[in-house]
């Protein structure tokens, strides 16, 4: 469990760096490099929150909002379903509120 948090906390302290490259989201969106590896990191936190629920780790998963984790997951599946078609604007919302915000509740809980 532990192990799977310290992995979403690096992935989103990846994203944080691929956009401090670019010094705002949105520059970092339109980078032909930096919007496909903030893309694939948005899958990878996914995949670790749904890794949690396949391993019936609901006490941790109870400290997040529900609403973000399935918010999480739907940017997910539009990425990998249907890559080109994920509106920037939707990106920006979860890089500016939703990302933080699952920043936050990790860094709870692991300490």
Not at 63 to 86: C, E, P, Q, T
């Amino acid at each position: 469990m532990k192990k799977r948090l310290e992995s979403i906390l690096l992935s989103i302290e990846d994203i944080e760096y691929f956009i401090s490259q670019k010094s705002k989201i949105v520059a970092a969106l339109e980078d032909r490099i930096l919007k496909p590896a903030i893309r694939m990191k948005i899958i990878t936190i996914s995949e670790q929150f749904n890794k949690l629920k396949d391993e019936n780790e609901f006490e941790i998963l109870s400290h997040f909002d529900k609403d973000d984790l399935r918010g999480m997951n739907a940017v997910r599946n539009f990425i990998a379903h249907d890559y080109d078609s994920v509106d920037d604007e939707i990106l920006e919302i979860v890089l500016r509120i939703h990302l933080p915000k699952l920043k936050s509740d990790i860094l709870r809980i692991l300490n």
